[in-house]
């Protein structure tokens, strides 16, 4: 039902923020907190990017590169796009990783988030980026592919909580931004 | 009984006559839709839900998907 992956929406919102996305053809696209790297492969294999993934576990997947979301093995500006999905919530400083992501972006790059938000304060991500140079021209409310996730995995016998939460606002979002220009 | 042996008992459709066989299953709630693995017969395609999985992990899906 994910797709392969244990994240809400699978590949369905990866695909769609890749869809609200320019990406000029072979564009350079970094998984920032890739994991088993799927989401890279679907990005080179489906979608036609040259993609590659870091993380601060090792890796089989290939293209990849261990390291950390606030010190990227990445020169300044060469990047097309940054996704980084159900990361950001973990690390205990965003906003540093967001202001890493815009280092490597290229002017007009694409960031790509999804992850666990609270409903009831969702001004604050918002803000957020906007503080750290970005420009958001998407942002929408996946909670249902959250609570689905969280079905499926109660159906098989998983433990979900860490996934949901305990917070009846905690949501799912996702959101496309763009470097600004200055 | 539990849901494991639930699984693995010699249950037959009543109306069939046949064992049913272990299948993937489409259970929707609320416009979502999960694969379940369950018994089913295949001729007339009646579906036997376990009271242990209806009770546990059936009541608690419903409740996340309700928003509970």
Redesign the interface.
């Given at each position: 039902?994910t797709g392969g992956i244990m994240r809400p929406g699978g590949f369905s919102l990866t695909d769609r923020a890749i869809a609200s996305c320019s990406f000029p053809a072979k564009g350079r696209v970094l998984d920032a907190g890739c994991g088993t790297g799927i989401v890279v492969e679907h990005l080179r294999s489906h979608h036609g990017l040259l993609a590659c993934g870091i993380d601060i576990a090792t890796c089989a997947s290939r293209p990849f590169a261990q390291a950390s979301v606030y010190s990227l093995p990445v020169k300044t500006g060469a990047l097309n796009g940054v996704l980084c999905e159900c990361v950001l919530s973990l690390l205990p400083d965003a906003g540093r990783a967001l202001r890493e992501f815009g280092r490597v972006l290229a002017v007009d790059g694409y960031l790509i988030l999804s992850d666990l938000y609270d409903r009831e304060q969702q001004g604050c991500m918002r803000e957020l980026l906007q503080c750290c140079g970005f420009s958001i021209i998407l942002w929408e409310d996946h909670t249902?592919a959250l609570?689905?996730l969280?079905?499926?995995m109660?159906?098989?016998?998983l433990d979900?909580t860490t996934c949901?939460e305990t917070k009846?606002s905690t949501g799912y979002y996702l959101a496309v931004a763009r470097k600004d220009t200055c | 009984m539990t849901l494991d042996s639930a699984n693995k008992a010699p249950w037959h459709c009543a109306a069939c006559g046949i064992p049913l066989e272990k299948a993937k299953v489409q259970i929707a709630y609320l416009g979502s839709a999960f694969p379940v693995d369950l018994l089913r017969c295949s001729r007339c395609g009646i579906v036997f839900i376990p009271e242990e999985l209806a009770l546990t992990r059936m009541a608690e899906a419903e409740k996340i998907l309700e928003d509970k």
């Open positions: 039902m249902k609570r689905e969280g079905a499926l109660a159906l098989q016998g979900h949901l009846k | -």
